[in-house]
T-cell receptor, first 115, second 111 residues
């Protein structure tokens, strides 16, 4: 079945640095990818919708200059957390949908810890 | 953003018992999805529902798409310890569009 893979699964970075998280669709082409953020014991909150070849659409309250999203190919979207702060520490999850498909598949998630 | 109303928030049951959880919305969704999330992992799709009134099973899991398209429930029969986790409902308005998630139901199964 379809698989969405995220990398890295865990990352620790220092405050003020930037960190990139990759989301890949392994056996299908994903025209749309979604990036979520999840705090402990809470639901997934959509950050942005990423469409291949165009600018991402950010949810209200999400800083587009801080959370840079690039969807340069049909199998890869990246989320870059710039100038990271400890409050950016969270579980980031991507999902992807096939070009003509109904189902949304989720990645395994990436734990970000900013120290 | 908008979230679905999911209940209960948490459940503590004995192994072998049946479990039921549901989601309601003030607006219509054309697809309802149920996911399970284990700690530190991404959600895994359990059941997808595409038609109002649809009742779908996946092993010990049964889910229904409410006739009004504003609600859905998930039943787990004869629970086992590995059913432990957080269950999320999600609604989708159009194919390929964003998901709206419920707040989750934390399930604990005591052996």
């Amino acid at each position: 079945g379809a698989v969405v893979s995220q990398h890295p699964s865990r990352v620790i970075c220092k405050s003020g640095t930037s960190v990139k998280i990759e989301c890949r669709s392994l056996d299908f082409q994903a025209t749309t990818m979604f990036w979520y953020r999840q705090f402990p014991k809470q639901s997934l909150m959509l950050m942005a919708t990423s469409n291949e070849g165009s600018k991402a659409t950010y949810e209200q309250g999400v800083e587009k200059d801080k959370f840079l999203i690039n969807h340069a190919s049909l199998t890869l979207s990246t989320l870059t957390v710039t100038s990271a702060h400890p409050e950016d520490s969270s579980f980031y999850i991507c999902s992807a949908t096939e070009a003509l498909g109904n189902t949304i598949y989720f990645g395994e998630g990436s734990w970000l810890t900013v120290v | 953003g908008q979230q679905l109303n999911q209940s209960p928030q948490s459940m503590f049951i004995q192994e072998g018992e049946d479990v039921s959880m549901n989601c309601t919305s003030s607006s219509i969704f054309n697809t309802w999805l149920w996911y399970k999330q284990d700690p530190g992992e991404g959600p895994v799709l359990l059941i997808a529902l595409y038609k109002a009134g649809e009742l779908t099973s996946n092993g010990r899991l049964t889910a229904q798409f409410g006739i009004t398209r504003k609600d859905s429930f998930l039943n787990i029969s004869a629970s086992i310890p590995s059913d432990v986790g957080i269950y999320f409902c999600a609604g989708q308005r159009a194919s390929g569009s964003r998901l709206t998630f419920g707040e989750g139901t934390q399930l604990t199964v005591n052996p």
